[in-house]
């Protein structure tokens, strides 16, 4: 197979839906922001360096902050890599604000057997001061984030490279990230209408969490930057389609599935309530969830392996989490703070990747840590883009 120019490469970073385990990416992310830093100086920004930045839930509030313009300072990204975290701390108390007391069990259960657990007020206010009349046109590279429509009941990507095909999609970030961000019996579900230059609606959106489509969004902007090579008008997109092309690093937010906290004897005796509400957890959300990260990282992992280019995907994933850390929405300061920590001893773990016979995560011998394994990504990242910026025709 021949080699594929450094110019030729498509960049994508991709980032998990799960709420406060929002931190552990944005762990990631500083970290990786710092190498590339070190190689092309402090102006350097995540934005730069990757053609796309997908993201669900939480992780499309972090595609945000990653990807929107400050006008404010030259346009450049509203916020570095190392800021996601402090931005985290601060805001997750108030966004999911906690009960206290003897009463507060029976108050969270009453809550989320009569509607959302949360209002959504101080994150949808958050957000709409943050993005102010930002479009999705406008960001700093291609973003991709999914949502869900209730009222269809299929899939709504919000995708750069389908504005010129769907302009309704062109539409502000704010109610973009409040949509993927609406987790059902979490938070409530987001309307909003897309209006044309006179006033008249021309499309409406029902919208919940895009974990519901898609918690791990990596194969979505993948199948994005597809669909737009192979529509080139140039017909350039005839050619040299294929994983070898993709450089992705595929960020998870943690997952309890060592703890192994349910069994078939537990929920055969379940009704639709407890799959619903389960000592503070969504018990089917969990599931869809899993499973929804899980298939598509096989997925990737198959194509790349098949490709010979295993070495271009990074899927980076903490599957020992127990207890409050596995929770969405627990922000006291000692769970936030723990989530951080779990975020830097991440980094030190040895990189792993799924078994293809047995779904199993293992340690790759001859590779380092989770840390080594993103220095060489920050280098690759460094030459594809100085490759790129000397030869603009040939980009992505």
Not at 27 to 50: N, P, W
Not at 122 to 141: A, E, G, P, W
Not at 259 to 270: H, L, Q, T
């Amino acid at each position: 197979m021949e080699a594929v120019k450094p110019v030729n490469f498509i960049t994508v970073l991709s980032i998990d839906g799960g709420g406060v385990r929002g931190i552990i990416p944005g762990v990631i992310l500083a970290y990786l922001e710092s190498q590339l830093q070190e190689i092309d100086g402090e102006d350097a920004r995540i934005a730069d360096y990757f053609d796309v930045i997908a993201g669900t839930s939480t992780g499309g509030l972090i595609t945000t902050m990653l990807a929107t313009p400050n006008r404010k300072a030259n346009n450049r990204p509203l916020f570095a890599a190392k800021e996601i975290v402090p931005f985290y701390l601060q805001n997750l108390p108030n966004i999911f604000p906690q009960q206290s007391g003897i009463f507060a069990p029976l108050i969270s259960t009453t809550k989320a057997l009569t509607g959302s657990k949360y209002n959504g007020e101080y994150l949808h206010k958050l957000i709409r001061n943050m993005t102010q009349d930002t479009l999705l046109s406008q960001t700093l590279t291609n973003v991709v984030i999914p949502s869900f429509d209730v009222q269809k009941l299929q899939p709504t990507i919000f995708s750069s490279y389908q504005i010129e095909a769907e302009p309704a999609l062109d539409v502000l970030l704010s109610d973009i990230c409040i949509a993927t961000s609406a987790a059902p019996t979490y938070l409530p579900a987001h309307y909003f209408e897309k209006k044309d230059e006179h006033g008249n609606v021309i499309k409406e959106y029902n919208l919940i969490d895009g974990g519901v489509a898609a918690n791990n969004p990596s194969m979505v902007a993948i199948r994005e930057v597809t669909k737009h090579i192979i529509r080139k008008p140039d017909g350039s997109g005839d050619n040299g389609i294929g994983y070898d092309r993709f450089i992705v690093i595929s960020l998870g937010t943690g997952s309890n599935k060592s703890e192994r906290k349910y069994n078939a004897k537990m929920v055969a005796k379940w009704g639709a309530l407890t799959w619903l509400f389960n000592n503070g957890s969504t018990p089917i959300l969990d599931c869809f969830n899993e499973a929804s990260n899980d298939m598509v990282d096989y997925h990737n992992a198959v194509l790349f392996t098949a490709l010979q280019s295993q070495d271009n995907y990074l899927r980076i994933q903490d599957d020992t989490l127990q207890g409050e850390l596995a929770s969405v929405d627990i922000s006291t300061k000692e769970n936030l703070n723990n989530l951080v920590k779990v975020g830097e001893q991440l980094l030190k773990k040895k990189f792993t990747r799924v078994n293809l016979d047995t779904g199993i995560y293992e340690i790759v011998p001859y590779k380092g840590t989770i840390e080594e394994e993103l220095k060489r990504f920050a280098n690759l990242l460094s030459e594809i883009r100085k490759c790129k910026k000397s030869n603009p025709q040939n980009g992505k």
